[in-house]
């Protein structure tokens, strides 16, 4: 909204600044950090109140949740969620059709889950929404979202999937692509889900991935560094930085009262939009794969699900002590504070290796 400012540089110079994403995405991760800072206490406050029991607790996991996480309030992923929008509108180049595909993405996600948070601290329940439900009405979005990206994208490109460290390899789906574009944005809002399980777990790796993304897609919108890297150039995308940043500002505010321990918790509102959030941007900006390499703690928590839920239907025994893969560790003895902080290590790690494949081609 901002960027109407620049219409009148000629007249004041100064004003040339918002021209440029790299000052509206130091702005939009300023404003969003602000914004939690703010509104979060009175936000926190209200959803206490009309909560009354918090998120319902696992009975079956480990039982020091069941002392020191009872009562507390969930849904926190409203005010990351109102931070990311206002920043966003604010901060961002209104006429780029990214920004609105991932915004729609992230509210659409956001709203499934605030229903589900929903019927689960009405209920009392673990079981909100139904699991078939809701990965059908996030795959329709997903679809559809993919769908506009391919039309948006020009040539080849806009339905292909490129390969890390190969700089000419392009995977060409087709009318297929909306499919395929659509199963990495499910997957990526449904692993960042899981990993929501510990306090500050999920949030500082989606921060990383949001940092990593912001200037992979600052670098694939500028034809120059774009052409430097060798790495396909889709203009438009560099815009998806702003929006990165307002993530990294929502998050670090967020995490100021989701720090150990917590006042509140994201719950599926925020888990499933940031990782649907995350997961647009990968297809926007043609680095699905890489979205695999950075977002690796969130393919490794939600794979050890999938073999935990397999083991027990086919053999009748489970693999993992828990799953997903956190409380394994927490069930081994590790400290919640123990496992948050290494798993960050490794997500930092991991978003290293992501980045490398920018210049290894």
């Known amino acids: ?215 992979i897609s600052y670098l694939v919108g500028n034809a120059i560094f774009a052409n430097y890297l060798q790495i396909h150039f889709v203009p438009g995308t560099g815009e998806l930085a702003v929006i990165c940043g307002a993530l990294i500002g929502a998050g670090l505010g967020f995490l100021w009262f989701n720090a150990p321990p917590a006042q509140i918790f994201m719950g599926d509102t925020g888990s499933l939009a940031l990782g649907g959030l995350l997961g647009t941007i990968a297809v926007a900006t043609k680095h699905e794969i890489v979205l695999a390499i950075v977002g690796g703690l969130f393919v490794v928590e939600a794979v050890s699900v999938i073999i935990q839920v397999a083991s027990f239907k086919m053999t009748g025994k489970r693999i993992f002590l828990m799953a997903p893969i956190h409380h394994h560790f927490e069930k081994l003895g590790w400290k919640e504070p123990q496992i948050v902080i290494r798993f960050w290590i490794i997500s930092v790690i991991l978003a290293l290796i992501g980045l490398s494949t920018l210049k290894l081609r």
């Open 1 to 215: 909204m901002l960027t109407w400012l620049v219409d009148f540089s000629s007249s004041f110079g100064g004003l040339n600044v918002f021209r440029y994403i790299t000052f509206r995405t130091v702005g939009a991760t300023v404003t969003s950090l602000f914004f939690v800072f703010f509104f979060g206490p009175s936000m926190i406050a209200s959803l206490r109140v009309r909560q009354g029991k918090g998120q319902p607790i696992r009975e079956d996991g480990p039982a020091s949740h069941l002392l020191t996480k009872k009562g507390t309030p969930t849904m926190g992923g409203l005010m990351i969620l109102t931070a990311v929008l206002v920043s966003t509108l604010l901060w961002a180049n209104l006429k780029s059709p990214y920004i609105w595909v991932v915004l729609m993405v992230t509210v659409a996600f956001g709203a499934i889950g605030f229903y589900d948070d929903y019927l689960k601290v009405t209920r009392q329940t673990h079981n909100g929404l139904s699991g078939r439900s809701r990965l059908a009405i996030e795959a329709l979005i997903a679809i559809i979202a993919c769908y506009v990206l391919s039309q948006v994208g020009t040539g080849t490109l806009a339905t292909s999937i490129a390969i890390p460290f190969f700089k000419d390899v392009l995977l060409d789906f087709g009318i297929f692509f909306a499919v395929v574009g659509a199963f990495v944005i499910v997957a990526a809002g449904n692993s960042v889900n899981l990993t929501d399980g510990l306090d500050g777990l999920a949030i500082v790796p989606v921060m990383i991935a949001g940092a990593t993304f912001g200037f």
